[in-house]
């Protein structure tokens, strides 16, 4: 597997990155929907805090992917896929390129804005983003979770056209970011039952 | 008989020839600050009250006591805030105050001096020196520096006691202007 994109898969760096941030997004989500209600004291401190790390984790990992993609490049679509789901494809991408950079970073100004610290597991802190304010915490806080939501639908529907691609184009949209790679397109006994 | 009446009207004369009395003024601050997640904090006691009888010169007549209302503490963090003055920590709706009261002065050298005092808070009772300063004058100005372990007295005791979370150390600082009571 070559650690570069190339025109038919992708490389070892994109698809770690893809998959260490679909493992902390899931994780994310669930902490970040569970941990509101906890009662207050040191518990509840510490999942805060392993939430904002994992969000930091999620922030410098989404920079590092979005300028491997603009090195790297990306695969080209799968022969055969239509015009118009390429381009709802490449738009999806972008969207969660977009969402996966802007929930930490508002994360981060709503935690700026409640005036407490932001410590990296525990090792370092870092420095507030934004003065200390009432109003912006509880609009970075809105922000926060409508983020999230439409995070939720935008990766469901990648999601759902990747596993559209594998069980009914039975095309190597998804083998192509899996570890083993894409082992559909030059398999001789598979039959493709979309062949344009 | 001669030394019989020196002695006599030295033993008659009231204490504040010795030591002045001082109440506090407008001006003073009573500032604590401590670390939390590696950050830290600072607040203050709005509305403490100090009495001081001093005299460097005397220091053995000397005598400070301060006052310190816990349900005002304030971080300026309401989150904060609502912990710090609860049961958790200071526990002000059962121990509404710390006192702090000084008898013991010793002299550092130049301005500088010592008061080995006794701090009660949240119903405990422990030393701690207050290590500070004396620019006398019209309004004297005392300003002054301890360390309070958080720890000895109960505060955050329980599931707050983690010290990696917030250090038992808080750093108390205080600067008193004074004027003479009359």
């Known amino acids: 597997m070559p650690l570069k994109n190339t025109k038919e898969q992708w490389g070892s760096v994109s698809k770690t990155l893809h998959w260490v941030i679909v493992v902390l997004f899931l994780a994310m989500a669930w902490i970040g929907l569970t941990m509101g209600d906890m009662r207050n004291g040191p518990d509840k401190v510490a999942i805060y805090a392993l939430h904002k790390s994992i969000g930091i984790t999620i922030l410098v990992l989404m920079l590092l992917r979005l300028a491997w993609r603009l090195y790297a490049g990306a695969p080209d679509p799968v022969p055969g896929t239509p015009r118009w789901q390429e381009r709802i494809a490449t738009l999806t991408h972008w969207a969660l390129y977009a969402l996966l950079i802007a929930m930490p970073i508002s994360g981060w100004v709503m935690n700026s804005a409640a005036g407490f610290p932001l410590q990296w597991f525990g090792l370092f802190n870092l420095p507030a983003i934004a003065g200390k304010d009432h109003n912006l915490h509880e609009l970075t806080e809105g922000v926060h979770e409508q983020l999230f939501w439409i995070l939720v639908v935008v990766a469901t529907l990648h999601a759902a056209a990747a596993f559209y691609h594998h069980l009914f184009q039975r095309d190597a949209t998804l083998t192509r970011m899996l570890p083993r790679g894409p082992r559909r397109t030059p398999h001789p006994n598979e039959t493709r039952n979309d062949v344009p | ?182």
């Open chain 2, 1 to 182: 008989m001669f030394r019989k009446t020196i002695i006599l009207a030295l033993a008659l004369l009231p204490t504040s020839a010795f030591a002045a009395d001082y109440a506090q003024t407008g001006g003073s601050t009573l500032a604590f600050a401590g670390k939390y997640q590696g950050e830290v904090f600072t607040g203050k006691f709005p509305g403490f009250t100090t009495r001081l009888s001093f005299d460097p010169k005397q220091l053995a007549g000397s005598k400070l006591e301060v006052s310190i209302p816990l349900a005002t503490a304030s971080t300026g963090n309401a989150d904060y805030d609502g912990e710090l003055r609860g049961d958790a920590f200071f526990g002000s709706p059962k121990f509404p105050q710390a006192k702090y009261v000084a008898t013991k002065f010793r002299a550092l050298g130049g301005n500088r001096y010592a008061a080995d005092g006794s701090l009660s808070l949240r119903g405990v009772n422990k030393p701690v020196t207050l290590e500070f300063t004396w620019t006398p004058g019209a309004k004297p100005v005392l300003a002054g520096k301890a360390t309070v372990k958080r720890l000895d007295f109960g505060v955050g005791g329980g599931d707050w006691a983690d010290t990696t979370l917030i250090p038992d150390a808080i750093a108390i600082s205080t600067k008193v202007v004074f004027a003479p009571m009359k």
